[in-house]
């Protein structure tokens, strides 16, 4: 088993939806939980940064923890064609620095 | 002012060439990292560097050396390259809080 795992897409909506984006964990060790967005042809940029559960909110993405599940998403209201992209979920733990990385999720924004 | 710059963007190289790609990143952090990308997207860490101290090095052929003269700055050398090894390759810095990660935009390799 995979240590994240996130699947791959791609996830087509209309504009206007709402986004909800996975991953699972297996080590429970793990605290920190990011989001990064890929755009084609350019580097990850960190979008959300989580410690420990809860939600945490920016502009019209929420990023969820539920540490009793394993699971991390990712919510984007009022969906945007300029929102299509790739989207991978990275966690570590207190310990490690080093960041364990889902596969990434494509998704597309259709107008 | 870009934060984490590589260089080249794009290299297009036969099999059997050597060939080295440049990173610099401006933001005073600790810590780069240099990524592998496969097609399907998948970032897989190969060295982490600490204030010019190599911290990780994951299993990849001795072909590859990172060589870090500074703390800003991080370079990859590849020695006779195979096809296997086309993908893009990214820098990376953290800072010393132990935040998000800071990417490059990425080198394209091709071997043909």
């Known amino acids: 088993q995979k240590e994240v795992e996130q699947d791959p897409g791609p996830l087509s909506v209309p504009e206007g939806a709402i986004v909800s984006l996975n991953c699972t964990y297996s080590?429970?060790?793990?605290?920190?939980f990011m989001w990064y967005r890929q755009y084609s042809r350019k580097g990850p940029e960190l979008l959300m940064y989580?410690?420990s559960s809860g939600n945490k909110e920016d502009g019209r993405f929420t990023a969820q923890v539920d540490k009793s599940s394993k699971y991390i998403s990712l919510f984007i209201r009022d969906s945007q064609p300029s929102d299509s992209a790739t989207y991978l979920c990275?966690?570590?733990?207190?310990?490690?620095?080093?960041?364990?990385w889902g596969a990434g999720t494509k998704l597309i924004i259709k107008p | 002012d870009t934060a984490v710059s590589q260089t080249p963007k794009y290299l297009v190289t036969q099999m059997g060439n050597d060939k080295s790609i440049k990173c610099e990143q401006n933001l005073g952090h600790d810590t780069m990292y240099w990524y592998k990308q496969d097609s399907k997207k998948f970032l897989k860490i190969m060295f982490s560097?600490?204030?010019?101290?190599?911290?990780i090095n994951e299993t990849v052929p001795n072909r590859f050396s990172p060589k870090s003269p500074d703390k800003a700055h991080l370079n990859l050398h590849i020695n006779s390259l195979e096809l296997g090894d086309s993908a893009v390759y990214f820098c990376a810095s953290r800072g010393r809080a132990g935040g998000g990660y800071t990417f490059g935009s990425g080198t394209r390799l091709t071997v043909v």
């Open positions: 990275a966690i570590r733990s207190d310990s490690n620095y080093q960041l364990i």
């Open positions: 989580t410690y």
């Open positions: 080590n429970s060790a793990f605290q920190y």
């Open positions: 560097y600490n204030n010019k101290e190599l911290i």
